[in-house]
């Protein structure tokens, strides 16, 4: 059972235009909630991330809004350039635990 | 020190042969992992390591065999692989409780079985 679902699959946005990325969550006791940027060939990289107490964080062009009452929380990619272009993973993580669960991925492409 | 260093790069065996990942990271993390990820897949998690023991094995075959000599350094045992073992293999660390709970990925072993 997918742990955290992500959408959409895949994203074309035109250059200086938003991206945006979904991930939605049904265990209560996730209380961690990182975003993973993914280039062809290497290791994820950590991009943002939130805790529940917060609904949004902003880091520079990204950031992650939260919705804790949906259960929902997404990344904004403001100003989207062609160096974004890569595959994009939301997680979530137990504060009890070590294991972190993965969405499906959303491979960006950013045009320009 | 904010990485997480993985050998080799790449790696090409046969079903017969036996070899080993590495993995070392030195900031001070106790927990560490080994994750496999397939083409536009997510990373599906192998094994975890909680002060050098093993705390999550996720079903995994006999033929990947972890190991953690020391809070710095993790391995990964290969022998009898299947083609459909080829992967990228992705070793990742974080600081089990306190504060912060970032995950640091390496950049990855390719493994190709043939």
């Known amino acids: 059972q997918q742990q955290v679902k992500q959408s959409p699959q895949s994203l074309i946005v035109q250059k200086g235009g938003i991206s945006i990325i979904n991930c939605a969550y049904e265990?209560?006791?996730?209380?961690?909630f990182p975003w993973y940027q993914q280039f062809p060939g290497k290791g994820p990289a950590l991009l943002i991330a939130?805790?529940?107490?917060?609904s949004e964080k902003k880091e520079g062009r990204f950031t992650i809004s939260f919705n804790k009452s949906a259960k929902q929380f997404s990344l904004h990619i403001m100003d989207s350039q062609p160096g974004d272009s890569a595959t994009y993973f939301c997680?979530?993580?137990?504060?009890?635990?070590?294991?972190?669960?993965f969405g499906t991925g959303t491979s960006l492409t950013v045009i320009p | 020190d904010t990485e997480v260093t993985q050998t080799p790069k790449h790696l090409v065996m046969g079903m017969t042969n036996k070899k080993s990942l590495k993995c070392e990271q030195h900031?001070?993390?106790?927990?560490m992992y080994w994750y496999k990820q397939k083409a536009k897949k997510p990373p599906e998690l192998m094994f975890v390591?909680?002060?050098?023991?093993?705390?999550i094995n996720e079903s995994v075959p006999s033929r990947f065999s972890p190991e953690c000599p020391n809070s710095s350094l993790l391995n990964l045992h290969l022998h009898a692989l299947q083609p459909e073992d080829s992967a990228l293999y992705l070793c990742?660390?974080?600081?089990?409780?306190?504060?912060?709970?970032?995950?640091?990925f390496g950049p990855g072993t390719r493994l190709t079985v043939l």
């Open positions: 990742a660390s974080s600081l089990r409780g306190g504060f912060s709970n970032e995950q640091f």
């Open positions: 265990n209560t006791a996730f209380d961690y």
């Open positions: 939130i805790r529940p107490d917060v």
């Open positions: 997680a979530a993580r137990r504060s009890t635990g070590n294991q972190f669960y």
């Open positions: 900031m001070g993390h106790r927990a």
């Open positions: 390591y909680s002060y050098e023991k093993l705390s």
